[in-house]
Structures are given as structure tokens and as C-alpha cells.
């Protein structure tokens, strides 16, 4: 396949690929990310959210920096499954799948970081128009220390000083990589908050929580850039969703565009988590009034 170029955000796109009347997931991770490889194939995903009727959206992992940088030996997973040799394969994988399913789209999981920034934008410059969405994700502050591996973030929750200035600097990313609008989705907004539960956050972190998310809706809203509801944190000390249940009734009133991601890596977490996905469908429903923000003509 022949990759396009230079086409950099387009946001009212990922409606255009959605199943009308069904439920969405735009969340889920196949057999080809590399934290998966022994997980579930594309066709067994569609076979079986083809039985609840939802609408679900492929996100493997890729990352670019892996390529260019070398990783401390910890860090090293073997070399990725997914990767700039292979994504030609990838996308006639699920070229293929059109022929025998419709209700899914493909985008991708793409890790960001600033410092290896003009390698993403190199690649999004190639292969943005090949997907339905790109999910942008923060999962690492410092390169090759992901915070959503717990070994990574322990040892800084004990100390709530350091877990504050982490904290800190990782929205600071998450507002770098929206304010790029070079992604469609922001997925799981808070997911620096896995391996802890509200409860035991220091007052100070909590009473910034909020604050926090709202500023990150508000971006999200003025970039024309979806905030995921990721589910994954219900498999997590966490036990909310990402952001946390209780502000999604205020983010819905003021019409910031969200999309639903159960993070999905293996078919029975899928199905047990089922409920939870229709009933944000349903808190969403009437949400889709945001799309005339997403008018063509209002789009500079
Ligand atoms: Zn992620
Ligand atoms: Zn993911």
C-alpha cells in the first residue's frame, strides 16, 4: 500500500466509519500488540462483538520511539511485532476483514512523547488518512519507564510530594500531545492514577483531580479532539473508569465529544465489562449534539 501524505487532523472522520444504532468500543488491542501477543486474533473480536452488537475499534500498540532510541535492557521487549516493516501487513490484514465484517474501524494506540515527537508527526504524515482514528496515548514521562507498568510508579505513590510533581508533568504532556491535534482520540486521560485508589490520595491531589480532567475536557473540546472513557481502570487499584464515573455527567452537559475504550486485551474481560459499556452508550446517546462543532465549515 502506498502511503498518503501530509494530512494531519481531520476531525469529524471517525464518525463517518461508525455502525448506526450500535454500541461502541474503540478500544481493543489484538494478537498484534506486543503486550498481547498471545491474545485474541481480529476475527475472534469481531466474531464475538459481532453477538453484542458493538461497534468496536482496533487500537494496537505502536510506538516510533522504540525505533529510534535504545531502550536499557529492562525496557527491551524483543523486537515489536508491529512495526514500520510490518504495518503494510497490518493494513491488508483488516482490508481483508472488510470483506466479511462492517462493524469495525481501525485505528491505532500511538505513544507520545515530546522528545521523540518529529518521528510520530513523520509518521502520521504517512499513514494518518490509512486509519479511521489515531488514539494518542501518554504512557511514558520518562522514556522507557511506562506508568502503567506498577514497578515504574510504586515506589513515587508512597510519597505524595513526588507522586504530586509526577502528576504534574504528566498533564502537562497530555496537553502537549492535544494541543499538537494530530489525534482524534486522548485515551485514557488519567491513567497516571492505575495503581492507586482515590480514597488514599492526599487532599491536595484530589481536590486537583478535578481541575485536572475539567482542563483537559475544556482542550480537548477547543481542539476538536475526543476524550476517551477508558475502562481499563476497573482492573486496577484505581476501580473507576479513567476519568473517574462521577464527572462524566458534567463533562456530557457541556457537549465535550467523548468516546467510550474498554482497553480490552482479552475476550472475557471484554464480555464481563459488556454492561459497563452499554450503560456509558446510553450516558452518551444524546451527547452526539457535539458533532456540529465538528462542521466541516467551522473547522479553520
Ligand atoms: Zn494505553
Ligand atoms: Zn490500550
Known sequence: MTPTNKI????????????PQWDHDLHIHTNWSQDNLNGPTA????????????????????????????????????????NLNTIDNYLEEFDDLKSEFQHFSLG??????????????????????????IT???????????????????PLIQNQVQFKSLIDRYFKLIQEMIDSKRFDI??????????VSFSTLSKEIQNNYRRYLFDIAWLCDKTKTFMEINLSGYR?????????????????????????????????????????????????????????????????
Open 186 to 195: 486522548i485515551a485514557h486521560p488519567d491513567v497516571i492514577f492505575r495503581f
Open 8 to 19: 494531519s487532523h481531520r476531525p469529524f472522520r471517525l464518525f463517518e466509519s461508525l455502525t
Open 108 to 133: 491505532l494506540e500511538v505513544s507520545y512523547h515530546p522528545s521523540i515527537q518529529d518521528r510520530i508527526w513523520e509518521f502520521l504524515d504517512d499513514y494518518y488518512s490509512q486509519f479511521d482514528y
Open 43 to 82: 476475527h475472534e473480536w469481531l466474531n464475538l462483538s459481532e453477538r453484542y452488537k458493538i461497534h468496536i475499534g482496533f487500537t494496537d500498540h505502536f510506538e516510533t520511539g522504540y525505533y529510534i532510541h535504545h531502550p536499557p535492557k529492562y525496557a527491551d521487549l524483543g523486537s515489536w511485532k508491529l
Open 136 to 154: 494518542g496515548s501518554v504512557h511514558e514521562i520518562d522514556l522507557f519507564r511506562a506508568i502503567t507498568v506498577k514497578k515504574n510508579v510504586q
Open 236 to 300: 486496577y487499584q484505581w476501580q473507576d473508569s479513567f476519568p473517574k464515573e462521577s464527572l462524566l455527567a458534567h463533562f456530557r452537559m457541556e457537549d465535550i465529544p467523548m468516546v467510550i475504550g474498554s482497553d480490552s486485551h482479552e475476550l472475557s474481560s471484554f464480555s464481563s465489562i459488556v454492561p459497563k459499556i452499554r450503560k456509558l452508550n446510553n450516558l452518551l446517546k444524546n451527547n452526539w449534539k457535539f458533532v456540529y462543532k465538528f462542521d466541516p465549515s467551522r473547522i479553520k
